[in-house]
């Protein structure tokens, strides 16, 4: 089954501690993303790619880094430098094409992050 | 920036009835793509219908039918014979037709069905 692979479901930080969440898609989609989500917030984006060895900050980017050597991966770093970072993330994918605009994005199952 | 509000933090409908969830967004943008997604308590997000903006006609997915004013930048959902399985936060989205095919959302509307 084609899909969205985020790991672990559950993770801990310590403080002064980087953290890596996992995102692996095999449904062969060029752009993937990253969302933050707070109660009562909603979804806020913190960095997308929308192509290999690209990826741009979205509106909550500070204390976070990404990479995207794979076009199936885009793994998420949550660094010491985000000092509230207790919340749940999930990523996305979607096909990129201007003329296929109207693609939804997927998600994965999302992973909450908690400080220790 | 694009913003999307939704304006009711919960909402609650009796089971079989219908109910209306309320969407408005900002854009000086003249095509762009709105979407509804419902998160139940597994917290996934499930894609319940889209609506192209260039579309004057409401999109519809069996119960669920939106009513797209584009003038007034508002999108409602309107759940027909609600069923126990629809009770989740419903958020809306929107994005544009150009450029990073980014998803801007509202805050959400939990919704509860009550049997």
């Known amino acids: 089954d084609g899909g969205i692979t985020q790991s672990p479901k559950y993770l801990f930080r310590k403080e002064g501690q980087n953290v890596t969440l996992s995102c692996e898609q095999n449904l062969n989609h060029d752009a993937m993303y990253w969302y933050r989500q707070d109660p009562g917030q909603g979804l806020r984006l913190i960095y997308y790619?929308?192509?290999?060895?690209?990826?741009q900050k979205g509106d909550i980017a500070e204390g976070y880094s990404v990479s995207r050597e794979k076009k199936e991966s885009f793994p998420l770093t949550v660094t010491s430098a985000q000092k509230n970072p207790t919340a749940f993330y999930l990523c996305?994918?979607?096909?990129?094409?201007?003329?296929?605009?109207?693609?939804?994005?997927?998600f994965g199952d999302g992973t909450r992050l908690s400080i220790l | 920036a694009q913003t999307v509000t939704q304006s009711q933090p919960e909402m609650s409908v009796q089971e079989a009835e219908t109910v209306t969830l309320s969407c408005t967004y900002d854009?000086?943008?003249?095509?762009?793509?709105l979407f509804w997604y419902k998160q139940p308590p597994s917290r996934q997000m499930i894609l319940v219908i889209r609506?192209?903006?260039?579309?004057?006609q409401n999109a519809t997915e069996n119960r669920f039918s939106v009513n797209f004013q584009k003038a007034a930048k508002s999108f409602s959902l309107k759940i027909s014979d609600s069923q126990l399985g629809d009770a989740a936060m419903y958020f809306c989205?929107?994005?544009?037709?150009?450029?990073?095919?980014?998803?801007?959302f509202g805050q959400g509307t939990r919704l509860t069905i009550n049997p």
């Open positions: 609506q192209e903006a260039y579309k004057q």
């Open positions: 854009t000086s943008e003249s095509d762009y793509y």
């Open positions: 989205a929107y994005r544009s037709a150009w450029g990073a095919q980014k998803l801007v």
């Open positions: 790619s929308q192509i290999v060895n690209d990826f």
């Open positions: 996305a994918s979607s096909s990129y094409s201007q003329g296929l605009g109207n693609q939804p994005q997927h």
